[in-house]
């Protein structure tokens, strides 16, 4: 999927305005996908059976059992499907599938980088979602791609695995709130009386189907398809607020200074009563202002998700750095190499009058001493380029301690953003 076959995409849907279907645009990355899901399926159904992210329907009763607790090691998704869904109608939605397979981001990135890099990426992040099932029409009826309150638009990438064929009908948003008595919010469950009224488009395995937010819809699956949906949403400064002000939640009250407020007095100034001490109390302010606070966390934020290319961290990768790494070894020969199509940002701070670095990397950040050298390092990563780690320990080592540069190596690879040549002679422990 080249720049020329995105230019082509912008073109033909109206600058991401009209559906459209893209016959065999994907055809060569399908084989790949197939086992990059039976990968991410039979970790989530074997581990993890109460994930909120996971919705099941079906038309009967079907086997759980077989469901969460087979092997689906060189298995066909078809066949355990039927297995365990016999010959009911089913239907499996599992959202944030981004947050649970680096591999199925690094291929998506690479098919969407010329879009990504023309369009730009959501500030929102992408969300990754897996459609399977041969529920008919769409369980949920008739609807269109919005966040809550109605403020989020949400335009859908539709790469189809097959093996069925898949059908989407579209109405225009005036005709189908005629068609549904003015209430823009009514979910037609029986389509077919208004589908007179729609556009068709139905697309097979290898095929790409684009969907803007505006257009009310509904889906139709007679066999046993597959559908993996990347959604692109077009974000407001509200949401983007809320986010930033969520993480200035997280990481800066400080519960640990809570105290007994006296009661409110309508007398005396917000300094008189005290309220302005115990605000710097409650909230870590460096400097004591909260617009430099939301500006350095927005910072943050932004380059995480450029980080990421919008599609967020790996939840394995991040249990995995809630992990002490001093007992990991650090290669001594061989070579590193930055993992495509990513790119690792970075940006100097300074905390106590010390310089440090923050580095962003697969939707992670991690902090060292600031050092110019560090700044060569990553530069020279984002070629893509085989890396020799002894040149990099060499170019490292009289800045920083042996701990240091294994932390950052190990830290850029158990998030996946560089890849250690794992044919190694010696290894050094941090």
């Not at 023309?118 to 791609?145: A, Q, R, S, W």
């Not at 930055?338 to 100097?348: A, D, L, Q, R």
Request: glycine share 6%; proline share 4%.
């Amino acid at each position: 999927m080249t720049a020329q076959w995105w230019s082509n995409f912008i073109e033909a849907t109206d600058n991401m305005q009209e559906p459209f279907v893209f016959p065999n645009a994907m055809e060569e990355h399908t084989t790949n996908l197939d086992t990059l899901l039976l990968e991410v399926l039979s970790t989530l159904f074997s581990e993890d059976q109460s994930n909120g992210n996971v919705r099941i329907w079906c038309n009967g009763a079907y086997d759980q059992e077989e469901l969460y607790h087979s092997s689906l090691a060189e298995q066909n998704l078809t066949q355990w499907f039927q297995r365990v869904f016999k010959k009911e109608k089913f239907g499996i939605f599992i959202n944030g599938c981004n947050h649970l397979s680096s591999s199925i981001n690094e291929r998506l990135a690479t098919m969407m980088l010329p879009l990504l890099r023309n369009k730009g990426v959501p500030m929102d992040g992408l969300n990754v979602t897996l459609l399977i099932g041969n529920y008919g029409y769409t369980p949920f009826g008739v609807h269109i791609d919005q966040g809550p309150n109605e403020k989020t638009e949400r335009n859908v990438f539709h790469f189809h695995l097959g093996p069925g064929e898949k059908t989407i009908y579209t109405w225009e948003p005036e005709l189908y709130c005629k068609l549904a008595g003015g209430d823009p919010h009514y979910r037609e469950r029986e389509p077919e009386r208004i589908l007179k009224y729609a556009k068709k488009f139905t697309f097979n395995r290898g095929d790409v189907f684009f969907l803007p937010w505006s257009k009310y819809h509904v889906g139709y699956t007679e066999e046993i398809s597959i559908g993996l949906t990347v959604i692109y949403p077009n974000d407001t400064n509200v949401a983007m607020v809320k986010k930033v002000l969520k993480r200035i939640e997280d990481e800066m009250l400080q519960e640990e200074y809570t105290e007994i407020l006296s009661p409110l007095s309508d007398e005396g100034s917000l300094l008189e009563m005290g309220v302005d001490r115990q605000i710097k109390k409650a909230v870590n302010l460096p400097g004591g202002s909260l617009s430099a606070v939301f500006y350095e966390h927005y910072e943050d934020y932004k380059l995480e998700i450029l980080s990421s290319m919008g599609f967020g961290a790996d939840r394995s990768v991040e249990s995995c750095l809630s992990e002490e790494m001093n007992t990991e070894t650090l290669p001594m020969y061989g070579v590193v190499i930055g993992i495509s199509p990513f790119t690792i940002y970075y940006k100097i701070s300074t905390q106590s009058s010390e310089r440090y670095i923050d580095i962003f990397a697969r939707g992670q950040k991690f902090t060292m001493p600031y050092h110019r050298t560090v700044v060569e390092v990553i530069d020279k990563l984002n070629t893509w380029s085989p890396f020799s780690i002894e040149e990099l320990i060499a170019l490292l080592q009289s800045s920083f301690q042996v701990s240091e540069v294994s932390g950052l190596l190990m830290f850029l690879s158990k998030v996946r953003a560089i890849k250690i040549d794992q044919q190694v002679q010696q290894t050094l422990s941090i």
